[in-house]
């Protein structure tokens, strides 16, 4: 790509992935969920260039480009690029003020590992061009035109808390989200003398996006059965434990189950803000494997290579608790480790797995962080 030859940003931003502490699958459904940034993130450096319609963006990554004209944005058959032009598409809607740059990409989130750098690349690249170009959209509206990019262009139908926490997140605490009306709390997060380590299976089963729209629409027919007998009923969110019982009779098996992990989930995350305000930690450990129970057993979002590394952390007193993070399929396990044992406990971890999937585990520390932000260098 010509450009890069005579590159010269006027501006870098950062976007980074996020954890969800507690509350899979709830923000599609209208729920409660705990996420927030991790250090590791998207670096967006741009420029504005001579032509008013004309785009190009590289991923220095992974050593590829593409070029955009801004009259004539289409769905591309290279799926990252759909997540680039989603985002395109979407500020077109609402601003015209938007003209030619140049961007480079470069990552340090490792793909698939369910940390979200899908919404690291959509809400960077929304932030970057707000601020080059001074479009003058605010935070909300970065967040959401990110979601709907992703629902249009990629065709995922996800909840809103990934775009929320990659721009919305502060350091050192988690996000109280209630994805139905918006509000939410900043709640410190002080886990010491206990740490936050990903353990990445390094498997990605494509079954994830294809997945997750089935789930979606699992619990939008069991939302739809039991409006029948209450019909004040708008989503899962107004659903408690008693009320799908007296319908169960009335549901399939399978969607029966995934209405009860939702609502158990978005119980958890209730009482999981409450033990991080208060420092209860073997509460919050037990309600990582209850989690990781239900995301298992009865969502099915699972897979054996999470399940292992879940056990495995079970056997071992320094740690806390544990769950597979991220829609599912894969990615990382959440662990919550004795500082004293972290090193130790990645050690027999990596062995156990290496020697039942001979795939050699990726691990390492993440921190509540800022969301997505300009670098000033």
């Known amino acids: ?33 705990l996420p927030t940034a991790i250090e ?5 450096s741009l420029q504005k260039n001579d032509s008013d319609h004309h785009c190009n963006v590289y991923s220095r990554t992974y050593d590829t480009g593409f070029e955009i004209d801004l009259n004539k944005i289409s769905v591309s058959r290279v ?3 759909n997540y680039i032009l989603g985002v395109l598409y979407e500020i077109s809607k609402i601003s015209n003020e938007l003209g030619g740059f140049d961007c480079i990409v470069e990552s340090n989130l490792p793909t698939g590992s369910g940390l979200s750098s899908s919404a690291a690349l959509e809400c960077g690249l929304a932030f970057g061009l707000n601020e080059l170009f001074g479009l003058g959209l605010t935070k909300l509206q970065l967040v ?17 808390m990934d775009q929320f926490a990659s721009v919305m997140s502060k350091a050192g605490h988690v996000i109280m989200l209630d994805c139905r009306s918006l509000k939410y709390d900043y709640i410190p997060i002080d886990l010491f003398p206990y740490r936050i380590i990903l353990l990445n299976t390094k498997v990605s089963h494509n079954l994830a996006s294809s997945e997750y729209n ?10 739809a059965i039991i409006r029948k007998q209450f019909p004040q009923v708008d989503s899962l969110r107004d659903v408690n434990q008693s009320m799908l019982e007296e319908c169960k009779n009335n549901l399939s098996q399978k969607v029966y189950l995934r209405c009860k992990f939702i609502i158990a989930e978005n119980e958890r995350v209730i009482k999981m803000a409450k033990a991080l305000k208060e420092k209860d930690l073997p509460t919050l450990g037990g309600l990582l494997y209850e989690a ?45 480790v004795h500082q004293d044992a972290v090193l130790e406990f990645i050690e027999s971890a990596s062995k156990s797995y290496k020697d039942k999937f001979g795939i050699q585990l990726e691990a ?13 260098e």
């Open 79 to 81: 799926e990252w690029e």
């Open 214 to 223: 089935t789930r979606k629409e699992e619990c939008e027919q069991g939302v």
């Open 40 to 44: 590791k993130n998207i670096k967006f």
């Open 1 to 33: 790509m010509h450009f890069l030859k005579h590159f010269s940003p006027e501006l870098v931003v950062k976007s980074p992935g996020r954890i969800n502490l507690i509350g899979e699958h709830t923000d599609y459904n209208m729920g409660y969920v």
């Open 144 to 160: 959401q035109l990110s979601q709907t990019a992703e629902h249009t262009y990629v065709g995922t139908q996800c909840g809103i």
């Open 292 to 336: 990781h129970e239900g995301i298992s057993r009865q969502y099915e979002v699972s897979c054996k290579e999470s399940d292992f590394l879940v056990a495995f952390s079970k056997k071992n007193s320094n740690v806390l608790g544990a769950r597979q993070t991220g829609g599912g399929f894969g990615g990382c396990t959440l662990n919550i």
């Open 364 to 376: 390492f520390e993440v921190k509540p962080s800022g969301g997505t932000s300009i670098v000033v």
